[in-house]
C-alpha cells in the first residue's frame, strides 16, 4: 500500500471512530503533534487512549480530505474538520480546517503533524 493510501485509510479508521484500526498504520513509537511544537498523543497507546477520549466527546466527528499530495516520505491532507454536539454538554465547536502532515517510515506512519 503506498503512503498516500495508508493515510486515507488512516482517515477512513478516524471517520469510523476504529481506534485499533487508526493505531495499526502507525510505528509503535509515533506521535501526533502540533506543527513544530507539543506532542499532543505519544505513541501507539496515547494516540489509541487520545482519539478514544475525543471520540467519547464527540461521537459525530469526521474529517474530510479536501486535498491530497504525497511527497516522498510524507503525505499531505488539508482537513475539514467537524465536531457536531458534545456529549458533556460543552460548546460547539466551529467546524475548521487543518492541514495534516503524515510522516513514513517504511510502510508505517511515524509522525503526524497538525498545522491549525
Given at each position: ?59 459525530q466527528n469526521r474529517a474530510e480530505i479536501v486535498e ?40 508505517k506512519c511515524a509522525r503526524v503533524e497538525f498545522i491549525r
Amino acid at each position: 500500500m503506498s503512503n498516500l493510501a495508508t493515510a486515507e485509510a488512516m482517515i477512513a479508521a478516524y471517520n469510523a471512530q476504529d481506534v485499533d484500526l487508526y493505531v495499526s498504520y502507525m510505528t509503535d513509537d509515533a506521535c501526533e503533534a502540533n506543527y513544530r511544537g507539543d506532542v499532543v498523543r505519544e505513541g501507539k497507546e496515547g494516540t489509541r487512549s487520545g482519539l478514544a477520549a475525543a471520540f467519547a466527546k464527540w461521537p459525530q466527528n469526521r474529517a474530510e480530505i479536501v486535498e491530497r499530495q504525497a511527497i516522498g516520505n510524507y503525505v499531505l491532507f488539508r482537513e475539514h474538520v467537524t465536531r457536531g454536539p458534545a456529549s458533556d454538554g460543552s460548546p460547539l465547536v466551529e467546524p475548521f480546517d487543518v492541514i495534516a502532515v503524515y510522516t513514513f517510515e517504511g510502510d508505517k506512519c511515524a509522525r503526524v503533524e497538525f498545522i491549525r
